[in-house]
């Protein structure tokens, strides 16, 4: 089973890079306050480096 993340919906700022870096996993689409999480069958690199490059920090693994 993949690894389970989520996206904090009060810290995000709207930015879109988490979809452009993995669109599999993170929808955004102009017009929408937040991103979101529409699958986990993604690779951690990733994931990883959506969450690394979120400005508003917002994207967590569950687990932690």
């Given at each position: 089973?993949?690894?389970?993340?989520?996206?904090?919906?009060?810290?995000?700022?709207?930015?879109?890079?988490?979809?452009?870096?993995?669109?599999?996993?993170?929808?955004?689409?102009?017009?929408?306050e937040?991103?979101?999480?529409?699958?986990?069958?993604?690779?951690?690199?990733?994931?990883?480096?959506?969450?690394?490059a979120?400005?508003?920090?917002?994207?967590?693994?569950?687990?932690?």
């Open positions: 089973m993949a690894r389970e993340f989520h996206i904090v919906d009060e810290d995000c700022i709207a930015d879109g890079s988490c979809a452009e870096i993995c669109p599999d996993c993170f929808r955004f689409e102009e017009g929408m937040v991103a979101e999480v529409i699958s986990f069958d993604c690779p951690e690199e990733l994931v990883q480096e959506a969450m690394d979120c400005p508003g920090e917002c994207i967590f693994w569950k687990d932690e």
